[in-house]
């Protein structure tokens, strides 16, 4: 499985992005796709995830109802709309994939790609 992740940046507080991970190499629709992110001297914590045969979605309490997870199952892509972005928000964001329906813990992750920095000023 291979997970390549895009659509970091640098942008003002208030302000959007949007990330994407391409998907690759899943053998079976029974995975979980999420996005964790790590900000300087914090631990790597889990940020939002889709269920890829159902599209059941679940947040972070800190990013709720200003993020949105979605997948493409055409592009095998899945996508995270980060809106009214916030300092704190700043970190790299990974893409990670896990055998099941959930995907919440670092330690459960099965795939990951590599990190895209985002940043946000205040």
């Known amino acids: 499985v291979q997970l390549q992740a895009c659509g970091g940046g640098l942008v003002q507080a208030g302000g959007s992005l949007r990330l994407s991970c391409a998907v690759s190499?899943?053998?079976?629709?029974?995975?979980?796709v999420g996005w964790f992110r790590q900000a300087p001297g914090k631990e790597r914590e889990f940020v939002a995830g889709?269920?890829?045969?159902?599209?059941?979605?679940y947040y972070a309490d800190s990013v709720k109802g200003r993020f949105t997870i979605s997948r493409d199952n055409a592009m095998n892509t899945v996508n995270l709309q980060m809106n009214s972005l916030k300092p704190e928000d700043t970190a790299v964001y990974y893409c990670?994939?896990?055998?099941?329906?959930?995907?919440?813990?670092?330690?459960?992750?099965?795939?990951w790609g590599k990190g895209t920095q985002v940043t946000v000023s205040s």
């Open positions: 190499g899943l053998t079976s629709d029974n995975y979980a």
């Open positions: 990670a994939a896990k055998r099941g329906v959930w995907v919440r813990a670092v330690n459960g992750v099965d795939y």
């Open positions: 889709i269920t890829w045969s159902s599209g059941l979605t």
